[in-house]
């Protein structure tokens, strides 16, 4: 049922700002089509490279969510960490016109808890990234509650997990993001990638080991 943020009739999903589609390519295996949305041609092109990328039920659209074509309706609507990036005022209530009746949509994001070495990473990300503000993706969406603009229906968290990664897979995870992809940041990749790997050193680490939560809020914009 839609109030547990599932798919309703009809099985199609949309994702919006689908990013390489970590969303999008794993959701084909419970729909009839997912629609995975992003402005960036170079995001989409390495998202069909990837596992699932190719999936015939999986069509790409190469544009903003304010305006790409669609084919509503949609039994569920998704979101990641992309919401803050987006003209709100026209997409929200887009998003309620393509929704199906009793469908959701969807704001899904990961809690991270890093270890000692994250306010030096963080200061190195708020350098590179076109985002200097950082706002956790559950309480950008309270905030849209709060303020009237999306209906929340429900909330989930996961238990935490401990994730363990080599560090260089982790600079590779946040090219993944929107505003600190290497087509966004041309040049200035080389030296992102030197400066995390300066800190990762003077820490004495080669693998991360950190707590997950995994968060997800559901509802429809008002």
């Known amino acids: 049922p839609s109030r547990n943020g599932r798919t309703v009739a009809p099985r199609r999903i949309l994702d919006v700002g689908a990013g390489t589609g970590a969303l999008a390519r794993r959701m084909v295996a419970s729909a009839e089509r997912v629609d995975a949305v992003d402005p960036s041609a170079a995001m989409i092109e390495e998202g069909r490279r990837l596992p699932g990328g190719d999936d015939p039920r999986l069509r790409w659209i190469a544009g903003r969510a304010e305006d790409a074509p669609l084919s509503p309706p949609y039994g569920l609507i998704t979101a990641g960490?992309?919401?803050?990036?987006?003209?709100?005022?026209?997409?929200?209530?887009?998003?309620?016109?393509?929704?199906?009746?009793?469908?959701?949509?969807?704001?899904?994001?990961?809690?991270?808890?890093?270890?000692?070495?994250?306010?030096?990473?963080?200061?190195?990300?708020?350098?590179?990234?076109?985002?200097?503000?950082?706002?956790?993706?559950?309480?950008?969406?309270?905030?849209?509650?709060?303020?009237?603009?999306?209906?929340?229906q429900g909330r989930r968290s996961t238990e935490p997990v401990w994730f363990e990664q080599p560090t260089e897979e982790y600079i590779e995870m946040l090219h993944s993001t929107s505003t600190l992809a290497r087509v966004r940041l041309g040049d200035r990749a080389v030296r992102f990638d030197a400066d995390l790997r300066a800190v990762f050193a003077r820490y004495g680490l080669e693998r991360l080991r950190f707590e997950v939560t995994g968060v997800a809020i559901w509802g429809r914009p008002a």
Do not use: K, M
């Open 81 to 152: 960490a992309s919401l803050h990036w987006l003209d709100l005022d026209v997409v929200l209530p887009r998003l309620r016109a393509v929704l199906a009746p009793d469908a959701v949509t969807a704001i899904v994001d990961a809690e991270i808890v890093h270890g000692a070495y994250w306010p030096d990473v963080l200061a190195i990300i708020r350098e590179y990234s076109e985002a200097h503000d950082h706002t956790e993706t559950a309480d950008f969406v309270e905030n849209l509650g709060t303020s009237g603009q999306f209906l929340i």
